[in-house]
């Protein structure tokens, strides 16, 4: 058996090695422990944060139907309707009215509270990278906010633009959106580069490019397909219907929390996967550097 998995490890340029690695590591962090951290504080964050999002889409358009189309653009992400989600948001923008400065202020760091936990769960992939203090923790958080925030810009303002252009090409547009390939295309591409980024990014030591995208691409490519998978197990027959025999009125939102889970725990997988990719090619560069020496 020995002989088998060093001749498999050989073959695969020892992936054998790097996958094990990966698994030892992410058993050693606790990282399943630290992925449910982010989904509780995940499910505590999305509320402030849906609400930034929308208030400053709509401070932004000064269109009384702006905050519907926000919302509508941010639903979309979501692998199952959250009418309660959606609701309840409805509901608190209706009784707040305009947001000021410091209710911004103050909803931003509510949101941040699930950034902070994945930052320092994906800098704990490297054993050798240094803590990171609260503010720079924070500042991170508010980094990760401010992209979502101009990721939402651009959406609006694309669709905006194609309720201006000349009818072919809205056709045009219009036929693209409806290929389901092309739409799930462009969600992992987007993906891909957002956790590429954060895990070059994220991590307080050196991560070269290289080394982020192999993890990106496995992590991305698994919270696409769990995504999908979860979203027809939910619209299937018994799907939603099962948890909302057991949590009654709260079968929704205990749905959302364990998509959440799901998803961190392929990310911190990824980061995890990441270092244990640096580690090997490293040692096998110093490995190469020094019989060159000799």
Same mark, same amino acid.
């Given at each position: 058996?020995?002989?088998?998995y ?9 992936? %054998?090695?790097?996958v094990?690695?990966?698994?030892? #590591? ?7 422990e ?24 709509s401070? !932004? ?8 189309q ?19 948001v409805?509901?608190?923008l ?17 949101a ?14 490297w054993?050798?990278?240094? #803590? ?18 101009? !990721? ?8 905006? !633009?194609?309720?201006?252009?000349? +009818? ?36 307080? +030591? ?11 691409f ?15 197990? %939910? ?8 948890y ?7 079968? +929704? ?6 998509w959440?889970?799901?998803?961190s725990?392929?990310?911190l997988?990824?980061?995890? %996967? ?21």
């Open positions: 058996m020995k002989t088998l060093q001749q498999i490890n050989a073959k695969t340029n020892g992936g %054998l090695d790097i094990k690695r990966t698994i030892d #590591r992410f058993g050693k962090e606790r990282t399943a630290a992925a449910a951290g982010i989904a509780f504080f995940g499910l505590f964050s999305l509320f402030p944060m849906l609400l930034l999002l929308v208030s400053m889409g401070s !932004v358009l000064h269109k009384p139907e702006a905050q519907d926000v919302l509508d653009i941010l639903m979309e992400a979501f692998p199952f309707s959250i009418d309660i989600v959606e609701e309840n409805q509901k608190v209706r009784a707040r009215g305009s947001v000021r400065i410091y209710g911004l202020v103050g909803l931003a760091w509510s941040t509270g699930a950034f902070t936990v994945l930052t320092r769960n994906i800098n704990r992939a054993p050798n990278a240094d #803590r990171h203090n609260y503010l720079k923790m924070r500042l991170m958080a508010f980094g990760m906010l401010a992209g979502m925030v101009i !990721v939402t810009s651009v959406l609006m303002v694309a669709n905006m !633009v194609l309720q201006v252009l000349p +009818t072919s090409l809205i056709g045009i547009a219009s036929l693209l959106a409806s290929l389901r390939f092309f739409t799930h295309g462009v969600i992992w591409v987007l993906t891909f580069i957002t956790l590429l980024w954060l895990y070059r990014w994220l991590p307080n +030591t050196n991560v070269l490019w290289s080394e982020a995208a192999w993890g990106s496995i992590a991305s490519t698994g919270t696409f397909l769990v995504t999908i998978g979860f979203s027809w197990y %939910l619209r299937s027959g018994s799907g939603l219907t099962n909302n025999l057991v949590y009654g009125s709260l079968g +929704t939102i205990v749905a959302l929390m364990f959440i889970y799901l998803l725990f392929i990310v997988f990824g980061a995890h %996967l990441s270092s244990s990719i640096a580690y090997y090619t490293r040692i096998k560069a110093a490995s190469n550097n020094q019989i060159k020496g000799n």
